[in-house]
Every structure is written in structure tokens, then in C-alpha cells.
């Protein structure tokens, strides 16, 4: 058999062990455990990488634990604006999409995109009629909503009336998206990343989950690349092209690479967050620079592994 | 005195002598010359890189020979959707904007963003409240009325009904996009770009002139970049960071990074287009791998020039 990877995350930022209930803490691990599970069996069954992250996002998506799709924070209107990117790293094609709502998978629209038009970066309005014309399936508000979700909103949303969001997860620097890496036994890497945005936001802001380079990224001749983290400083450090670039022109390996961005670059202006990151050789590196890390990886010779805290993880066999 | 710098772009494309009237020629060159002009008073009277790339940009946005701002080309629903980014060197803070409607100056909206908020990328209806709450010029939509795009666009609109936008500009391959470059005495840098798009364009489509990092970028260890062209492959290939990083990480020269991106890595994926680039010492670079693109530049020694097609620019002192 081939070699593949797969890596999974679900957030990083300010996730501690004295505010997780082990029922929670199980929850979480069941959940990276079945979508890690998800993307493995297609990357077992000879599938591609697209398929395999595709996938596992499409489940995180799905589950109200993450701050993606069904289970996205309520914007300062009280609805739910989501962005997503995806790109294969064999020949390098992307999509992404930003600021819609009512798509019950905004990873399955961003590939859409890449593959059925022309076009990178889709948004708002726009990007919903594509997704019509295409047959995406559209839920409800009431889909997305969520008790806890709710209350978070409305104990935060008067006081940021005349400001920019600063939300109760941006104070808490929890930073909630999810994503997925992977290579396959075909040699391609692909790259997925999906978000419901900061609790309470405004004016359209779009962070950088969508943006290619930024919060996604995938080259078969470097590594493919889902970031999650303040998304303002991922920008301005163009983050996961960055990694790319490291790697391409000074020659520094996936790890050495994914380190220096996150611990030195990102870190020397002040941004939080991590990102999972895999290399054509079937490598993987998961750094942050927060408390914790929602993440998980399996690899084809069936060591595989998950972590939520700033501890190594138990590697199981 | 200390050294300034400046560069100007007003789009690439297929621009041929052959399609260019000796009075349309003249105009151009007589815009490009004025927004040269404002860009290098402010440079010249030790006012900032910022003042100067947000000058010149703003004029060719008031100019209805660009498509950005006044000129900006008809969308699908026969509207005006815009889009701008502004990035300062000098501690590398960033805005940007896409798929905005009634703003006078995308650029000044882009600065806005940069200077007055903890966000860097807003869309839509979110971004012009924030511009309706920092007292930003608005428009009525007549003010975007020209009768050349509108006739270009009634040529097209119904042909593309079913698709997404092969526009006339496109077949033309004429990517119409302004943008500036600058190093001012302080030895600061900072890059702009202002667009509106592609005649006829649907889906919310954006392209890479807001993206930080695609279309704009500037890093004073580095240098300041405004793009042109085929948007979707400047995105795949994160063209502007792209330069940065060859400098950076390669230790290649402003000029031979700048080529290597829009000669050997666009070309070689089939995207067209070019850029406009200035590093920390000044030198200036403008590769287009295009028939044409309107450009220009002034140095603090007198040197200075304006060039249309693809030749070498008459250098004037």
C-alpha cells in the first residue's frame, strides 16, 4: 500500500483542561475521532485527497461542536455568515467562498467552485445562486440555531454596538474553524478550511479562512496547508503560503517550516492560533502558539492520534 | 534630499497601438501623468508613501478611463461592484474591500479599514456601513454611468446568461485595475489597488486586487507590489507575496523576483497580466507578460516615464 496522511483540526486558542467537563472533552474526541475516521477510510479505500478532507470538514460541519456550518456563532444581525476555501494541490486549482448563508456545507460549495467555474473566490448573494444553480443543499435559519451559541450572543451583543466585534471568543481568544490536510496514495495533497466567523461580528468582515494563501492552501510540490487563528495577523503574514515559501526557496522541511510561522513570525506581532499542515511525503506538523488545538492525525501505517491541549500526543498504534 | 520613488498602473491587457486612436492615447497618457504627478508632489514635499499611493489612486478612481471607481465597468446586474486593498510597509498593517456599491473612493475606504479598525478584509453591505459611519464620500449610482462601458455591456450581458462572466474584457484579455507603489523619505513603502472588476461579472465574483498578499502587498524588508491581470491564476499562485518571498527567502533582486513571477510562474500556468513593484532602495520593477499596460513612474533624481505598450519606456528627466 501507498503512504497517506491525513490531519484534522477544529479550532485552536484558549482551550484549558479547568474549563473542559470530561463529558465535553469526550464529546470533542468523538467528533475529530469519527471525521479523522471519515477522511481515513477514503484515503484506506484508495480515494483522493480531495474526497478524504472534503469529508472530514463536510462532518465537522455537520457537528454543532464547531464553529462551522450547522454549529456557526451568530453574527451581530443574529444570523450566521460563513466562509470556506478549498484547494488541490495537483495543479493547484481553489475555490472559496465568503459571507453566505443558509448553505449547509460551505467546504462541498468552495469545491464546487473550483471545479465547475473559472473562478477563485466567490461571495455573499452571488456566491448562494451559484450554489442554487449547482444544487447545493440550502437549510433554514433555524438550523443553525443553537441554545448555547445564542446566549453567547446575546450577552455580548449590545456592548459592541459602536465597535468592531470584539467578541466573547476573541476575548477568550478561542479561534473557531475547522479544516482538513491530506495526501494520498496518488501522491496529491488537498486543503480544506471552514468557518462560521467571530460571535457578534460586523460589516462584512471576512477573516482568513477563505482567503487562498492565507487560511488555505495545497501544492503537491510543498504542502497543503489549513490554518485556524486571529485571522487579521494570518493575513497580513499571508500564513500559509508563507510555510510554501520557507519550504520552496530556503529549503527548510514541513516541521522547520510550519514552526518558524507560527512560533516566530505570527507570534513577534502578537497573532494566536495554529495551523495543520501536510507534505507530499506524507509528513505532517501540527504547531500553535495557543493554550490548545482542537487536532488530529492518522497516517497510513496506522499510527494515528488526538490532541485538544498545549501536551504531545499519545500516539496509538 | 532623500530618495522617493513611484510607480502607477492602469490596468494590462491586449493594448495595441492599432486599437488605440493618437487622441485616446493622448489621454491616457495626459491621466496617467496627473496621478504620477499628485503621487510624486506629496513624495516630493516629504509627505508619506501612504499619501502618495492613496493620491494617485484616488485620481485615476475620479478618471472615468479606468475601470475602478468612476469608471468602473457594468456587472451582470447592470451595477457597479468594486473592490480595493491598501497595505502599509511600515509595521505591515493592511485593508481591503470587495463587492462594494456608491463609494466614491474604494481606496480611501481600503485605508480607512487599515487605520481605524482591527479588521482587514470587509465585504458587501458591512463594509459601506463602516464607511457610512467613518464619513466616507457616497455616490448615487449615475455617477458610475458612462455610455462606452454601458454599451459594452448591453453587447454582452445576455450571452453570458447561463455562465459564469466570459466578458468582452476577457476575451480581450484587458484587466482594468489601478493601483500605486511608493518609497517615501522615510524609507517607508506602501502599495494600492482599486478595481471594478470584469464587464458583466456575476456570482459576487472577487478577484485578487483585494486580497492582501495576491493582488497588493508591502513589507518595507522587502518591497510594495500592485497587480493586474487574469485574477483567478494570480490568486492560485499568490503573486504579490510570491515576489517577496524570492527576495526574502531566495535573496533574488526586486527586479529578478518580479520577473521570474509574471514571466516564467503566471506564463507558465497560462494567467496574464503584470505588476507594479518598488523595494526599500527605491529601484523600480513593472513586468507584464501583456501586449500593453498602462504604467508609469518618477524617481527622486528627475527620471521619469510613461509607457503604454510593450516596449521599453522613454525616460525622461
Redesign the interface.
Same mark, same amino acid.
Given at each position: 500500500m501507498k503512504k497517506f496522511s491525513i490531519a484534522i483540526h477544529g479550532g485552536a486558542g484558549t482551550i484549558l483542561k479547568s474549563n473542559m467537563t470530561s463529558e465535553k472533552e469526550a464529546a470533542y474526541r468523538s467528533a475529530l475521532k469519527t471525521a479523522l475516521g471519515l477522511g481515513q477510510d477514503v484515503l484506506k479505500n484508495e480515494g483522493t485527497a480531495l474526497d478524504a478532507v472534503e469529508q472530514a470538514v463536510r462532518y465537522m460541519e455537520d457537528c454543532p461542536l464547531f464553529n462551522a456550518g450547522r454549529g456557526s456563532v451568530y453574527n451581530a444581525l443574529g444570523g450566521h455568515e460563513m466562509d470556506a476555501a478549498f484547494m488541490d494541490g495537483n495543479g493547484?486549482?481553489?475555490g472559496a467562498v465568503?459571507?453566505i448563508r443558509n448553505i449547509k456545507n460551505p467546504i462541498s460549495l468552495a469545491r464546487k467552485i473550483m471545479e465547475q467555474?473559472?473562478?477563485? %473566490?466567490? !461571495?455573499?448573494?452571488?456566491?448562494m445562486? %451559484?450554489a442554487r444553480m449547482h444544487g447545493l443543499d440550502f437549510v433554514e435559519d433555524d438550523y443553525f440555531h443553537n441554545e448555547h451559541r445564542y446566549q453567547q450572543w446575546q450577552r455580548i451583543k449590545d456592548s459592541a454596538r %459602536?465597535q468592531?466585534d470584539h467578541s466573547e471568543e476573541q476575548k477568550d481568544k478561542k479561534f473557531g474553524t475547522v479544516g482538513a490536510v491530506a495526501l494520498d496514495s496518488y501522491g496529491n495533497i488537498a486543503a480544506a478550511t471552514s468557518t462560521g466567523g467571530m460571535t457578534n461580528k460586523? %460589516?462584512?468582515? !471576512?477573516?482568513d479562512s477563505p *482567503? *487562498?494563501? !492565507?487560511g488555505t492552501?495545497a501544492n503537491n510540490e510543498t504542502c497543503a496547508i489549513s490554518c485556524t487563528g486571529s485571522?487579521?495577523y494570518f493575513?497580513?503574514? !499571508?500564513v500559509a503560503?508563507?510555510v510554501s515559501?520557507?519550504m520552496e526557496?530556503?529549503g527548510l522541511s514541513l516541521e522547520a517550516a510550519a514552526h518558524e510561522v507560527i512560533h516566530d513570525k505570527l507570534k513577534k *506581532?502578537g497573532g494566536g492560533g495554529g495551523l495543520i499542515a501536510v507534505d507530499a511525503l506524507g509528513n505532517i506538523s501540527m504547531p500553535f502558539n495557543t493554550k490548545g488545538m482542537y487536532r488530529a492525525f492518522a497516517l497510513s501505517d496506522g499510527q494515528w492520534g488526538i490532541g485538544i491541549y498545549n501536551d504531545p500526543i499519545n500516539i496509538m498504534q
Open positions: 493547484m486549482n481553489a465568503a459571507a467555474s473559472e473562478h477563485v %473566490f466567490l !461571495v455573499g448573494d452571488g456566491a445562486e %451559484f %459602536f468592531l460586523k %460589516f462584512g468582515r !471576512v477573516g *482567503i *487562498i494563501g !492565507v492552501y485571522g487579521e493575513m497580513r503574514n !499571508v503560503y508563507d515559501c520557507l526557496y530556503k *506581532i
